[in-house]
Nanobody
């Protein structure tokens, strides 16, 4: 069974910083890209940042230059958030491309997995 678990959310003052982490576990053959999405109050879920297995990164325009995603190891990604504003208030979700073995294939089969989310609240 595969698990994706986020941690590190909380309350922070406007202009402050916070780091959230995501760890995957279970019977895993490989982990591809890992990404962060967020869903603010009354908003659709939106892409925040992504880190490939090789370390290549991509960011949404709204966070580029303020947020930094890193691949701590094969099964963990951190998102460092700086210069936070009330617009960053959201539940932050981790998404991971996880490969698991199946008798039907000699190679891992990759699927999308999501965590339950961690809440980040930025106080004005």
């Amino acid at each position: 069974q595969v698990q994706v678990v986020e941690s590190g959310g909380g309350l922070v003052q406007s202009g402050g910083s916070l780091r959230v982490s995501c760890v995957v576990s279970g019977i895993i053959a490989d982990v591809g890209s890992m990404a962060w999405y967020r869903q603010g109050p009354g908003k659709e879920r939106e892409f925040v940042a992504l880190v490939e297995k090789n370390g290549q990164t991509n960011y949404a325009d709204a966070v580029r230059g303020r947020f930094r995603i890193s691949r701590v190891n094969a099964k963990r990604t951190d998102l460092e958030m700086n210069s936070l504003t009330s617009q960053d208030t959201a539940i932050y979700y981790c998404n991971a491309q996880i490969g698991t073995m199946d008798q039907s294939s000699p190679r891992p089969i990759f699927n999308d997995y999501w965590g339950q989310g961690t809440r980040v609240t930025v106080a004005a």
